[in-house]
């Protein structure tokens, strides 16, 4: 009996009326966990019932702690008839089960109904004694820590970095079982949400006995994810990379890893079997900036030297087993052996996140993808998902080999998704083949002086970017040349990744997103027909893809992509394909050349006219961009780096496959053969769509940048406000202009759109940048596409923004007329203090406008934590029409600092909701965090049968999006946290039949909830440490966003 | 292309100020994206009609949901679907006006029931003030809600509507006065006192509230702000003898006209008319006591006392030299024995009379 949970009920408030006779409510509630039930008392006769029951235990096994939610059901007593249901409440009590976490849930919760939405709220404690039994850990995984943050969590430190560990478990879908002819949508409903919470907690048991088999103590990065396969399913697969973190009791405690726990079975090879050239070369110079563990001898990096000129100049620092010369060979061979040797023993070498400690990456090859369609069929035994496993295995073998076929033995930034429609799947994974530093991935103890010293010689900020492949036996056509950064290795003309920008990276400029676009029709098929027309039309939309996104990066002037994430989708009579990444320019990289426009009809004289103006335009645009992004790479001439060698040129380091059902698998070069520079063929109508595609992407309003990775590069000087946001768009497609070419317009047009939209509701941010874009494309119908987009605005301060800003305004902008700029200058302070931005007053106006109109100093207003308080300040409505024609004393005698806190509020006053902030970064810009509570997971189905009297689609699922907000709000505020970090909105499945007047929507969410502090109230807290961490609500108690 | 479904959700709610002003004010979309282009956005901004057109139609939206929760302010601050700052909170309740009413609109409903019956004559009311027929709807709704909510409410009217609209003082007295208007059914609408402000009538209600309520003298009662004191109004009747008994009234004309002369520059004005001005002043406090004067108590003393002095020119400060003389005077009155009464009623419509005593 490891484990005694007790809740108790406090009271509930804002409950429906659900006697309209009386216009009351006589409440109870019914409290749930595992098959044993809680009743409360009948509450009579309130809307705002005062339970305050007594505690109810429950004696249950940490087995069942960790898969079972709480279930707190509110309902109406009824006399004669059946109770009715108000809603309810599922709580995860797992961040419960870890020492450092929670160690009591308690607050208000929204009750909630996938029928009518939220319904009231109900205030509930939860506490979970532990017993300390010595079998603790045998079925069940408590103490795991879960972080959906893709790096190591801000307040940790990484020991050991064990690896990747997934899991997935399967069941019949509620929704499609039989007895849902007969029971209520309602019933189905809850049925599904209830399953679903039960198999995440499952899933995540099993992944936490993995961690613990792995000795580690925590999951980082975890994903997880739903497969709604209809009849034949539902599956709910989760990945992660498994570590073993350490709470940093001081920030400043950062010692090399020596205290891990024992050494484990699969960790062993990697100390046991030590390359003996590892400890002889170490300390000989010439090894010393790419010596890992399985690096090659001493006497052949000397061999390798003397092929090049430039590397004899610099003997001392020698090279990178990318430059190896004639040897590469042999050299790869060995390399590749001590890899595999290395890694082996884990099936799979992959990590789960994008940014990584210090000396982690030591060197990227590339995006590496794998797809493959599937067709569905039902799961005949849940227990044993082993067709579900196979197709993962199967294709994460195939990522696996792609990464080494770059030279690389791990793959980083993984990931891991589907696209279903009726029987057809697509499965997807990618990630980035790269060479890591194996000192997080095994006990630290071996070579701790070994790698401090290989990290003062590694050069900062281009490392990376050295290639790790063997240059003459490359796994396709590549342009190298010297690194621009230290001039000593080789490095790619591009590079695409999956990952974060690393924080040593040497970037010049700001970045931007980079997206392709495309559509393509599909004859509606079945069965293996129509898997066989998906697996045909795959390739040609990945070329096209990577094709647009090569395009888009020249023409931006940059020469790498990160963060790069290609969704195809498949619905029943279309394919889409949407990439998103942040471009940025690499120092180490070299400039990228310009777009060459050929057309095929060298001698009509118009049309070569016509050419030549395409191509004017685009090296316009390309000037104008660098401008923009401050792409302004310092000269350097050619004999510095050496003779160009003559290789041949490449386009790719994508290198990717998709298979039909069983092991064949095709390569596909993506690479645009030998040309020197880029150029577009215009042969036909097509490619010039592709062209003027190309040139229709507006790049954001001045004030404005955007990014899907953490942060924006060339940006560092952010301010404290930050706004989430989520916005969906559905269009129907009339069936008429079905065409590739009308498609792809449509599809593009609604994402430039649905940017643009963006910039401008978050226009009173300015200057802001959007994070972490994160777009989803979905075909719930045959002419619907739906896109939902998640960002994170965050300010930044102009101040220093506006010395790099300005430059490239005044220049480049000329249409940024004068309004525009005063836009941008705009002070921000009033936006920080959340007050009314005012857009229409003309520009020049906006100061004195805006600081008359409030009459208070911006510092007052800060202080004002109630907002009573504010009302008094400003207590004259300045209204048109409206004579209010006293002259408020209150008004007119400034208050003191004294007065605000003195002032009694109206007693219903006092106790406002507290902010709980979001972001789908890992960190929350100008503030600390000082604790992990533990993982929000959640799944929320809504329906209805009265779509327009709620508003029609928009108002329906509007309406939803917010509730699920406040859900997770409540949630975190109940564990005590004022933030959600690494937020993100996994699965929005919306599908409407306006006929019937019904839709529905299938959300899930996850997020790591945390306390935070802020940095100008560090000091403050320090002082009083112990008291922090029970009151965090108190923090947030300032300025709100 | 048709947009089906388009949405924004921050977890800030988002709450643009003008756009909320157009929702109150009862355009409708169509009309509020006409609007805002004429106002120069897309200019400023760059944007299209189209980005205009989906934002203005997303904050509506939000401005729909959260109009059930402005109806119970206090709710507003306790929800959890929107996070909204509280600093704007409290803008949306007040400052940017959900409470916030129309001059024009208020003295056309000023005083009237709040009933069905008078909503239906809203359509005449905005084809009057040009007030969209939606805006009316909202204020008179407010009006009506507040009413109901606190009609029989014990404490200060004022408090009670601070607490449970979170207005500001100020704002929750000129509800106030609407409540009590509308309680004791004042007739406001009359061509003779078109002259007469919102702010006129608020500053009288006020005043009655504070010395002529049941609240005045007992503060433990129910709906004591609302309704006039019974008992002092059947006791006005007593005020009679003032203009009743010759002998009273000419000593108390001959006390004024003492103590005035030489102060005043419409004297021999006042000392003609003195006798007319006093019965109309005592007849409508005598009056009071059907139902039907109290209706008529602004209207009458625009006929009885403001009418008079106006035509004959008095300045503003004659009448009050007048009003101040003419009630201290009474003390003096040996055979007066109601100083008290006295006191109650002309303390209070000494300040009225003033108050109204304009062109």
């Not at chain 1, 409206?882 to 007065?899: F, H, L, Q, R």
């Not at chain 1, 699920?964 to 505020?973: E, G, Y």
Request: with cysteine.
């Amino acid at each position: 009996m490891p484990g005694k949970l007790k809740v108790k009920i406090v009271a509930g408030r804002h409950l429906p009326v659900m006697d309209r006779a009386s216009d009351l409510t006589d409440a109870f509630v019914e409290v749930k966990f595992g098959n044993t039930t809680f009743k409360t008392d009948v509450y009579l006769k309130s809307l705002n019932p005062q339970w305050n029951s007594e505690w109810f235990k429950f004696e249950v096994d940490d087995e069942d702690l960790q898969d079972e939610p709480l279930q707190i059901t509110v309902l109406d007593h009824d006399t004669y008839s059946a109770n009715d249901a108000i809603g309810k409440v599922y709580i995860d009590i797992d961040p419960l089960l870890y020492s450092e976490a929670a160690t009591v849930i308690s607050g208000w919760f929204p009750i909630y109904d996938t029928i009518h939405g939220i319904r009231g709220e109900i205030n509930v404690v939860v506490k979970v004694d532990l017993f300390n039994d010595l079998n603790r850990f045998r079925q069940s995984s408590c103490g795991v820590k879960f972080f959906c943050t893709t790096s190591i969590p801000k307040c940790y430190r990484a020991v050991i970095i064990h690896g990747f560990v997934e899991e997935l478990v399967v069941n019949e879908d509620p929704e499609y079982q039989w007895i849902d002819r007969i029971r209520t949508p309602r019933a189905s409903n809850e049925a599904r949400q209830r399953l679903i919470s039960l198999m995440s907690g499952e899933l995540q048991r099993k992944i936490g006995l993995k961690v613990l088999e792995m000795r580690g103590n925590a999951v980082v990065g975890y994903l997880q994810c739903f497969d709604l396969e209809g009849e034949s399913g539902l599956v709910v697969r989760a990945i992660g990379t498994a570590c073993t973190l350490d709470k940093l009791s001081s920030p400043a405690a950062f010692l090399p890893a020596c205290n891990s726990p024992s050494k484990e079975m699969k960790e062993i090879p990697f100390n046991e079997d030590p390359n003996p050239n590892t400890h002889s070369s170490g300390p000989s110079t010439p090894l010393k900036n790419q010596t890992y563990s399985f690096s090659p001898s001493k006497s052949y990096s000397r061999q390798s030297s003397s092929s090049d000129t430039d590397l004899s100049l610099t003997p001392k620092t020698g090279m990178g087993s990318g430059s190896a010369g004639k040897e590469g060979g042999p050299f790869k061979a060995l390399l590749r052996q001590q890899t595999q040797s290395a890694l082996e023993q884990r099936e799979f070498p992959f990590f789960t996140l994008t940014a990584f400690p210090p000396g982690f990456l030591v060197h990227v090859g590339g995006v590496v993808s794998a797809r493959s369609v599937k067709l569905l069929d039902r799961i005949h035994n849940p227990d044993e998902p082993e067709t579900r496993d196979a197709w993962w295995a199967e294709i994460r073998q195939e990522i696996k080999s792609h990464a080494k076929a770059l030279g690389c033995h791990a793959v980083v930034g993984y990931s891991e998704s589907t696209s279903i429609c009726e029987e057809v799947c697509i499965l997807s994974a990618s990630g980035t083949a790269a060479v890591l530093n194996p000192r997080f991935l095994q006990d630290g103890t071996v070579e701790g002086c070994l790698e401090q010293r290989l990290e003062e010689n590694l050069p900062a900020g281009c490392g990376f970017c050295h290639i790790p492949y063997d240059e003459l036996n490359m796994p396709f056509p590549a342009h190298l040349t010297y690194c621009y950064n230290c001039r000593k290795q080789k490095v790619p003309d591009v590079l695409f990744t999956t990952i974060d920008l690393p924080i040593d990276a040497t970037v010049i400029g700001k970045g931007c997103l980079i997206q392709a676009r495309l559509c393509r029709l599909k004859k509606k098929a079945q069965a293996e027909a129509n898997a066989t027309a998906i697996s045909n039309l795959l390739p040609f939309m990945e070329y096209e893809v990577h094709t647009q996104l090569m395009n888009k990066l020249k023409l931006k002037g940059m020469n790498a992509l990160f963060g790069l994430r290609i969704q195809i989708t498949v619905g029943e009579n279309m394919l889409m394909g949407l990439a998103s990444a942040t471009g940025v320019y690499l120092a180490a990289l070299p400039t990228p050349g310009g777009i060459q426009i050929a057309g095929k009809t060298p001698n009509d004289g118009s049309y070569e006219q016509h050419i030549s103006h395409m191509q004017k335009k685009i090296n316009d645009t390309i000037a104008k961009n660098k401008e923009l992004y401050e792409i302004n790479p310092p000269e350097v001439s050619e004999e510095i780096i050496g003779s160009p060698i003559p290789e041949p040129r490449q386009r790719s380091r994508l290198l990717r496959s998709q298979s039909e059902s069983s092991d064949e698998v095709t390569e596909l070069d993506l690479s645009h053969g030998k040309k020197d520079a880029f150029v577009l063929e215009i042969d036909d109508t097509d490619a010039m769509e592709d062209v003027h595609s190309l040139l229709t992407d507006v790049p954001p309003p001045s004030g404005f940048y955007s990014c899907n990775t953490e942060i924006m590069p060339g940006i560092n000087n952010w301010t404290s406000e930050i706004q989430m946001f989520t916005s969906v768009r559905v269009i129907r497609l009339s069936s008429l202009n079905l065409t590739n070419q009308a498609l792809n317009k449509n599809f593009n047009d609604l994402c430039e759109n649905l940017l643009k939209s963006l910039y401008f509701k978050l226009r009173s941010m300015i200057p802001c940048c959007l994070c972490h874009v994160n777009f989803t494309v979905s075909l719930p119908e045959d002419e619907l596409i739906q896109v939902t987009v998640t960002a994170v605005a965050i300010t930044f301060d102009k101040n220093q923004a506006l010395q790099t800003t300005k430059t490239h305004v005044e220049k480049s902008l000329q249409r940024a007329s004068t309004d525009n700029e005063e836009l941008l200058q705009f002070p921000l302070e009033l936006c920080s203090d959340s007050l009314p931005s005012h857009p229409f007053p003309p520009a020049k106006e906006h100061l004195e406008s805006a600081s008359s109109n409030s009459g208070i100093p911006a510092a007052q207003r800060d202080r004002c934590s109630s907002w009573i308080e504010l009302i008094k300040l400003k207590a004259q409505t300045i209204r048109r029409g409206s004579i209010k024609t006293t002259v408020t004393v209150e008004k007119a005698s400034p208050m003191g600092e004294g007065n605000f806190r003195n002032r009694s509020a109206p007693p219903c006053a006092n106790s406002t909701v507290g902010v709980v902030k979001m972001t789908p970064l890992s960190f929350i810009p100008g503030a600390k965090i000082t604790k992990y509570l533990g993982i929000i997971n959640m799944f929320f189905i809504r329906e209805t049968t009265s779509l327009r009297e709620e508003g029609g689609v928009s108002g329906f699922l509007h309406a939803f999006i917010a509730e699920v907000f406040a859900m997770v709000r409540a949630h975190v505020a109940a564990l005590g946290g004022n933030a959600v970090v690494s937020y993100i909105m996994k699965q929005c499945v919306f599908m409407e039949n306006p006929n019937k007047n019904q839709a529905q929507c299938l959300i899930n969410v996850s997020g790591d909830a945390v306390v935070f502090v802020r940095e100008s109230e560090l000091e403050v807290v320090s002082t009083q440490q112990p008291t922090a961490n029970c009151q965090p609500s108190c923090t947030g108690g300032e300025v709100t966003t | 292309m048709t947009s089906e479904l388009d949405i924004f959700v921050g977890n800030t709610t988002l709450i643009d100020e003008d756009v909320y002003r157009l929702w109150l004010d009862g355009y409708s979309v169509s009309d509020a994206v006409a609007l805002r282009v004429r106002s120069g956005i897309l200019e400023q901004t760059g944007a299209t009609a189209a980005v205009l057109q989906s934002d203005t139609m997303d904050h509506y939206r939000t401005f729909h949901m959260l109009e059930r929760l402005l109806h119970a302010p206090p709710k507003l601050l306790h929800q959890l679907i929107f996070q909204i700052p509280p600093s704007r909170q409290a803008l949306l309740i007040e400052r940017w006006g959900y409470y916030a009413f129309d001059e024009a609109f208020v003295r056309e409903v000023l005083g009237k029931k709040l009933s069905k019956g008078t909503k239906k004559d809203l359509d005449d009311i905005s084809t009057k003030t040009g007030i969209t027929l939606k805006s009316c709807r909202r204020q008179f709704d407010n009006f009506k809600r507040v009413f109901k909510v606190v009609e029989e409410m014990r404490g200060s009217l004022v408090d009670n509507i601070q607490q449970h609209f979170l207005l500001s003082d100020r704002l929750a007295r000129d509800y106030a006065a609407i409540v009590f208007f509308a309680n004791n059914r004042f007739e406001t609408g009359k061509k003779k006192l078109q002259y007469l402000s919102f702010g006129d009538f608020a500053f009288c209600a006020e005043l009655m509230i504070q010395n002529w309520t049941l609240g005045a003298v007992d503060s433990q009662v129910d709906d004591m702000d609302v309704d006039l004191d019974k008992e002092f109004l059947q006791d006005l009747k007593e005020l009679k003898m003032l203009v009743a008994d010759k002998d009273l009234l000419d000593l108390h004309k001959s006390l004024v006209c003492t103590a005035l002369r030489g102060k005043l520059g419409v004297f021999s004005e006042m000392e003609a008319n003195f006798k007319n001005l006093s019965r109309g002043l005592v007849n409508v406090a005598a009056k009071l006591t059907h139902n039907k004067d109290v209706r008529d108590l602004f209207v009458d003393l625009v006929e009885k006392f403001v009418e008079p002095c106006r035509s004959d020119h008095w300045p503003l400060n004659d009448v009050r030299l007048f009003l101040n003389q003419y009630s201290a005077s009474v003390h003096s009155l040996d055979g007066f024995r109601h100083q008290a009464l006295w006191d109650r009623y002309m303390g209070t419509l000494r300040g009225c009379l003033l108050r109204l005593y304009h062109d």
